[in-house]
């Protein structure tokens, strides 16, 4: 785990971040509200390229959570059965879908705990939303953050949720709200697992990873 960087390097990052993408965007496909907790619930282990595939007929007849239960298990079922997990995330979404009809008047609630509530939302899951729906500075820490906030310094920690807190804690509030858009673009095109590209890093000169590639 690197040692947290400091101030003025997170303020240097997050300045070639917002000048090298000044309004990152999800990859998730949506409409509404509703249609993006279900996109993020049915991306746990599965890509978002598989996901929008799946949704992109789903999203077109059901776009609320009464239509969502109109089309049935076997209906939810055979939209997304080339996602991994298909059958419980099918279950989940019927599920989640019939406690906003019941539960909150068919709306997407918009706090944390209200969403994690629902079948299938996690923490990330319900942040993701909170951001990119309700525009709050929620950070969902993924595979990818978690990653390079380790390899970096960005944003250290021995879990997601040490992740998270690093990120809210350190990283200047005026980069609050896309941090985390940021991070996962690095991480999933240039800060990759394996084989980082540091040749084309943005932040090469200012991050302490010792087994840099060329």
Request: charged letters at 20%; hydrophobic letters at 40%.
């Amino acid at each position: 785990m690197a040692t947290q960087l400091n101030y003025h390097q997170l303020r240097e990052i997050f300045e070639r971040f917002q000048a090298s993408e000044p309004e990152p965007k999800g990859e998730l496909h949506h409409t509404n509200a509703f249609t993006l907790v279900v996109a993020v619930a049915l991306s746990a282990q599965a890509t978002d390229v598989g996901v929008n595939k799946a949704t992109a007929r789903l999203f077109e007849i059901a776009d609320t959570p009464a239509k969502m239960l109109a089309l049935g298990l076997d209906g939810v079922t055979e939209h997304i059965k080339t996602i991994g997990l298909f059958r419980q995330k099918a279950k989940n979404v019927l599920k989640l879908s019939q406690i906003l009809v019941d539960d909150y008047g068919g709306e997407v609630p918009n706090s944390r705990a209200a969403l994690q509530s629902l079948p299938g939302v996690g923490r990330k899951t319900a942040n993701v939303v909170l951001n990119m729906w309700w525009h709050y500075p929620a950070q969902a820490v993924d595979t990818h953050i978690f990653r390079i906030g380790n390899r970096t310094g960005i944003c250290p920690g021995k879990d997601v949720v040490a992740t998270e807190r690093a990120i809210e804690d350190n990283i200047p509030v005026d980069f609050q709200h896309h941090a985390h858009h940021w991070l996962i673009l690095h991480g999933r095109y240039i800060c990759v697992a394996r084989k980082p590209k540091c040749g084309v890093c943005i932040i090469r000169d200012l991050c302490p990873y010792e087994d840099k590639t060329l």
